[in-house]
């Protein structure tokens, strides 16, 4: 067998006689670079938003308060009361998020069987499209935080769907979710 040896050569455009061979630019703008910073028009920029996390309490039930929110991120307060049982394995397949557990206890529930127990300053990545559900598996109200990037050029961020497929509103009988909540005279600060 004959070992063949690798040889590398510099490909040449190959011109007909008398035509000469066009020099190769790069794609970059030959536009010289500004020496003059642009000023930026801060009246044309967005402002900052102060927001709170300070929110009522529940004594039956659960309920979510929108904390603060834009057009690509949404804060907002999930509240549980003690011994709110689980709900319905679901996914948010335009919606990455993070919940962080500010007072109370959470048990979040994977679809394999996965559980995981999430106290204070705790918390739990959801990657969009994944599956999951939780509940309130302390003594205390359950106050969770959640960050959510809303990936709305890729869909619907509000679109939160059963195992079956099917859309499965939040307070439905099939979220295994009361449809409604008591308030407590006490506030999360």
């Known amino acids: 067998m004959k070992r063949q040896r690798k040889v590398t050569t510099k490909a040449r455009a190959k011109t007909k006689p008398g035509v000469k061979a066009l020099k190769k630019t790069s794609n970059r ?16 920029t967005p402002t900052l938003t102060p927001f709170t ?8 039930g659960s309920y979510t308060q929108t904390v603060a929110e834009t057009p690509n991120l949404a804060l907002y307060l999930r509240i549980y009361a003690p011994h709110e049982g689980v709900n319905a394995m679901h996914t948010r397949p335009f919606m990455d998020h993070a919940f962080t557990v500010l007072q109370g206890k959470a048990r979040f529930h994977g679809p394999r069987g996965e559980a995981w127990e999430v106290g204070r300053n705790e918390g739990i990545l959801v990657p969009s499209g994944a599956y999951y559900c939780v509940e309130n ?15 709305r050029h890729k869909g619907d961020p509000a679109i939160r769907l059963s195992t079956k497929g099917t859309h499965i509103d939040s307070h439905s009988p099939e979220n295994l979710r009361r449809s409604d909540y ?3 005279d006490e506030y999360f600060e």
């Open 137 to 151: 598996s302390g003594d205390d109200v359950l106050v969770i935080l959640c960050s959510a990037s809303l990936a």
């Open 182 to 184: 008591v308030y407590s």
């Open 29 to 44: 703008s030959s536009k010289p670079a500004s020496s003059v910073p642009k000023v930026v028009d801060f009246s044309k």
């Open 53 to 60: 996390l300070k929110s009522k309490l529940v004594k039956l």
